[in-house]
């Protein structure tokens, strides 16, 4: 028989995540702290729950896809809202999707596995886009007749689902992609205020270096909003800012060097302390406009 599968955390990116989960066919019951967020689902089909107990209790997969490390232990481990322990089934699953400490998953895989439960650490990439079309990486830690059995799940939600490691190496794994992501906007930022104060013109700029060994996701899809000056958030500064956190507390504990990373946080905390904390993690290139006197804006087309 089916797993019957729970979705909690219906943000920016949990929202398109368990939409896709609906139009795969799966009967999905929902949770969201923000009640109201509930109701577009439920209109497409999903049944809301009370709260994440209420919701484990009824579901034998339950996925999570919320901020940050202490809103993974209140939806799991809380008791105002009651916590997925304290209604979980025997054998049930619990799939964290959010991006959050690895020492904290570990512990959180120990706390679940103390009630005869299992659990995966299965953070995403992509940005809301992706989570939108199905489309995201999703990169699995845990034991693999776990990720089997979470498998027709997550080809619902992702175009490429890697099992990288044991428990919590999902979410280190994520930590080295966060690193690269913010090291692409940096790289992506200081390229198009070069290009600006030299007089480019910058579409055909980024047409030109888009396609060769300079490309990256980030370049592609985040360089044409730059130009437009459009900062509508894939992923927020502050969900950003919190990831890099995680890098540096992580990279502390390793005793690894993580130089530009460190100057990136610093570079977010300036447009956190303006306010900006909820505009795209491309807004990167505001500090450097700062910085330089000068911002970067497309010309107009010709008409």
Same mark, same amino acid.
């Given at each position: +028989?089916?797993?019957?599968?729970? =979705? ?10 368990? #939409? ?5 066919? =799966?009967?999905? #019951? !929902?949770?969201? #702290?923000?009640?109201?967020? +509930? ?49 979980? /089934? ?15 998953? /570990?512990?959180? *895989? ?40 979470? /498998?027709?799940? =997550? ?12 428990? *919590?190496? *999902? @979410? +280190?794994?994520?930590?080295?992609? @966060?690193?690269? !992501? ?5 790289? +992506? ?6 290009? @600006? ?31 437009? #000056?459009?900062?509508?958030? *894939? =992923? ?8 890099? /956190? ?25 447009? @956190? ?31």
């Amino acid at each position: +028989m089916a797993d019957t599968v729970g =979705f909690i955390g219906l943000g920016i990116m949990g929202r398109g995540m368990a #939409r896709n989960l609906l139009k795969a066919g =799966f009967d999905l #019951r !929902v949770w969201n #702290r923000t009640a109201s967020r +509930m109701d577009e689902l439920a209109a497409e089909g999903a049944h809301p729950t009370r709260d994440p107990a209420d919701l484990a209790a009824q579901c034998d997969l339950i996925f999570i896809c919320v901020s940050d490390t202490p809103d993974v232990e209140a939806v799991i481990t809380g008791d105002h809202p009651r916590g997925v322990i304290h209604g979980l /089934r025997p054998g049930a699953l619990v799939v964290d999707m959010s991006t959050i400490s690895p020492h904290a998953t /570990r512990a959180l *895989g120990a706390r679940l596995a103390a009630k005869g439960a299992r659990m995966l650490d299965a953070p995403v990439s992509g940005g809301s886009e992706g989570a939108a079309r199905g489309t995201l990486s999703i990169m699995v830690g845990g034991a693999a007749e776990d990720v089997e059995r979470a /498998r027709p799940a =997550f080809a619902a939600m992702g175009k490429t689902i890697t099992h990288v490691g044991g428990p *919590g190496d *999902g @979410q +280190m794994v994520k930590l080295v992609n @966060q690193i690269l !992501v913010v090291g692409n906007a940096l790289a +992506m930022s200081e390229a198009l205020l070069f290009a @600006q104060a030299g007089g480019l013109d910058l579409r055909k700029t980024l047409d030109a270096v888009k396609p060769g060994a300079a490309g990256s996701w980030m370049l592609a899809n985040r360089g044409p909003q730059i130009l437009e #000056r459009d900062w509508r958030p *894939g =992923f927020t500064i502050d969900l950003q800012q919190k990831d890099v /956190r995680l890098v540096l507390d992580a990279a502390d504990q390793l005793g690894v060097p993580v130089l530009t990373t460190a100057m990136i946080f610093n570079l977010y905390r300036t447009l @956190q302390a303006e306010g900006l904390g909820a505009e795209g993690n491309h807004a990167l290139i505001k500090a450097l406009e700062k910085l330089a006197n000068l911002e970067v804006r497309a010309a107009a087309p010709p008409q």
